[in-house]
C-alpha cells in the first residue's frame, strides 16, 4: 500500500514528551503566579515606621513590578525545559523504539522470502516483548507451513505424475505394437486413469478440509460409524477383516459429509494396513470431559513409533505400498488430519504394543439442546 510520507514515530514522541513537559512546566509556573499573587498588593507600597517587618524603609513591590523581575525567568525556565524535553525525548524515544525497530527488520527480511531470521528480544516480558514472541511463534508456524506444502507439491506432482508416465508408457507399447489387444490396452488404461482420478479428488477434499469452506451442522458421530463400518463391510469381508462398532451418542457440530468422510478413511485404513487373515477393526465413539472421541484400532504388524509420527504427513505410510483396487492414494490420514484441525479438534496416533494402531480423533462437544 502506497502512503504519503509523515512524522516518524520517533518525532512524534519526541514532539509528545517535549510538550507535556512544557504544559507541565507552564502549569507549575502558573499555581506559583497564582500563590504569590495572594501576598502582592495591586501598587508599590513602601512601608515606614517601627512596624515595618523589615525595619524602617521597607519597599514592597506591586504585581506589575513582580511580573517584570519574574516573566523573564520563567520564560527562560520554559525555553530550557523545551530544548530539555525535545533532547531527553528523542533519546528516549530512541531507547523505546529500539526494539520495534528489529522486529520491523525481521518481518521485512521474512516478506522478501528469508523466514529463517527471529526477533529473540531480551529482557522481561512487556507489550513489546509480547509482540516479538509472537511474531517469532508466527514465523515458526509459518516456515513450517512453507516447507510442509513445498514437500506437499512435491509428493503430489510426484504421485500425480506416476499416473501419467505409466499411460504414457502404454501408449508407447501400444504404438509400437499395433496388433497388441485394444481391451487389455483399454483396462489397464481405465484402472490408471481412475486412480488418477482418485488422487485428484483426494488433493481437494484436503484443500476443502484445510480451507474451512463448509456450513456447520449438529452431527452424532456414532451414526457416521455404524455408517462407515456398514458401506465397508464388504470390502473388509473379502480381506478376512472383522469389524466392531460401539459406543453412545456422541454429537459434535461441524460438516457432516467431512465427519463421515474422516471415519470412512480411518475404518478403511485400518482395515488396509491390517493381517493378512483374521484382523480386527474396532470403531468406539464417547463423550469424555466435554469432548467428543472416536477410537479406531486395529490389528496388524507392529510399527515404529517414530515412523507413526509421520503417518499423517501426505503420501506418507505406515508399511510398504499396499497395492490394489482400494489401495489409496496415501492421504488418508492427511485428510483426517486436516478435517480434525478443521473441526478444531485433536488426532493422536499410538502405536500398539502387540500390533496394529490406535487412532483417537477428540472434538469439541455440541452444546445440549435447549427446547423453546
Do not use: C
Not at 210 to 216: C, E, I, V, Y
Not at 304 to 330: C, I, K, N, S, Y
Amino acid at each position: 500500500m502506497d502512503r504519503e510520507p509523515g512524522l516518524s514515530v520517533r518525532l512524534k514522541l519526541t514532539l509528545s514528551y517535549a510538550g507535556f513537559l512544557l504544559v507541565a512546566g507552564v502549569l507549575l509556573i502558573a499555581v506559583v503566579w497564582v500563590f504569590l499573587l495572594r501576598y502582592v498588593p495591586d501598587q508599590a507600597v513602601t512601608v515606614s515606621g517601627d512596624d515595618a517587618p523589615g525595619g524602617p524603609g521597607l519597599f514592597i513591590p506591586g504585581r506589575r513590578d513582580l511580573w517584570r523581575a519574574f516573566a523573564p525567568k520563567a520564560a527562560l525556565m520554559l525555553a530550557f525545559l523545551a530544548v530539555f524535553g525535545l533532547v531527553g525525548g528523542w533519546l528516549l524515544a530512541s531507547r523505546m523504539l529500539a526494539p520495534l525497530q528489529r522486529i520491523t527488520e525481521v518481518t521485512r527480511t521474512a516478506g522478501s522470502g528469508s523466514l529463517s531470521h527471529r526477533i529473540r528480544l531480551p529482557g522481561r516480558r512487556d507489550e513489546l516483548r509480547e509482540l516479538a514472541d509472537t511474531v517469532d511463534a508466527m514465523l515458526d508456524r509459518l516456515e513450517a507451513h512453507v516447507a510442509e506444502q513445498r514437500r506437499f507439491a512435491a509428493n503430489a506432482s510426484h504421485e500425480l505424475r506416476t499416473p501419467l508416465a505409466t499411460t504414457q508408457a502404454l501408449l508407447d507399447v501400444a504404438r509400437q505394437d499395433p496388433p497388441h489387444d485394444p481391451g487389455e490396452l483399454v483396462e489397464r488404461l481405465h484402472a490408471v486413469n481412475a486412480r488418477a482420478i482418485d488422487l485428484t479428488e483426494a488433493l481437494l477434499l484436503l484443500s476443502r478440509a484445510d480451507q474451512r469452506s463448509f456450513l456447520r451442522e449438529r452431527v452424532d458421530l456414532s451414526l457416521l460409524a455404524e455408517e462407515a463400518a456398514e458401506t465397508l463391510l464388504p470390502f473388509a469381508e473379502g480381506r478376512g477383516v472383522s469389524i466392531e462398532t460401539s459406543g453412545d451418542v456422541t454429537p459434535a457440530v461441524g460438516s457432516r459429509a467431512l465427519l463421515l468422510q474422516m471415519v470412512t478413511n480411518l475404518v478403511h485404513n485400518a482395515i488396509v494396513h491390517n493381517l493378512p487373515a483374521g484382523g480386527t477393526v474396532q470403531v468406539r465413539t464417547g463423550v469424555l470431559k466435554g469432548s467428543v472421541v472416536v477410537t479406531v484400532e486395529n490389528t496388524g504388524e507392529t510399527l515404529d513409533p517414530a515412523r507413526v509420527a509421520t503417518l499423517v504427513e501426505p503420501f506418507q505410510r505406515g508399511t510398504a505400498r499396499v497395492h490394489g483396487d482400494q489401495a489409496g492414494v496415501g492421504l488418508g490420514l492427511a485428510i483426517v488430519d486436516s478435517i480434525v484441525r478443521a473441526h478444531d479438534g485433536h488426532l493422536v496416533l499410538t502405536p500398539l504394543a502387540t500390533g496394529g494402531l490406535r487412532v483417537v480423533v477428540r472434538l469439541p462437544a455440541a452444546p445440549p439442546r435447549t427446547d423453546h
